[in-house]
């Protein structure tokens, strides 16, 4: 099943959000929703058995923190939106922390 078919429950749902993205987008502002839409797809959906909509929003409510505090974006220097602070080797060992149910973490440093 496509993934806006999922979201959304019928494909003429779907051709309607579509029709209104593109009607409301000026200058190519289209492209971009439809790249989140791919990321959250490839990244997140892919990988997991949604069980119901209070599970979906559940994982996308987890991927989008994700997205805004941890991923890496190219546009932005592999800086995540909400940046972080350097920790240099001096900061300790590196430890993985689990995010979006462990399809991802975050690497950071605690005292040795």
């Known amino acids: 099943m496509p993934f806006m078919v ?3 429950g019928d494909e003429s749902s779907v051709w309607a959000l579509r029709k209104l ?3 409301r987008a000026r200058h190519g502002k289209i492209h971009y929703c439809e790249r989140v839409i791919r990321s959250i797809r490839r990244e997140c959906l892919d990988h997991v058995i949604v069980m119901n909509e209070r599970h ?3 994982i996308l409510r ?3 923190d994700y997205y805004h505090t ?3 974006h190219l546009s ?4 995540p939106p909400e940046t972080r602070t350097v920790e240099p080797p001096e900061f300790g060992t590196i430890i993985g922390t689990p995010r979006v149910g462990g399809l991802h973490h ?3 440093r605690i005292p040795a």
């Open 6 to 8: 999922m979201l959304f």
């Open 21 to 23: 993205f593109r009607h």
């Open 56 to 58: 979906l929003k559940r």
């Open 62 to 64: 987890e991927y989008i």
């Open 70 to 72: 941890c991923r890496t």
């Open 76 to 79: 932005l220097n592999k800086d």
């Open 106 to 108: 975050r690497y950071s």
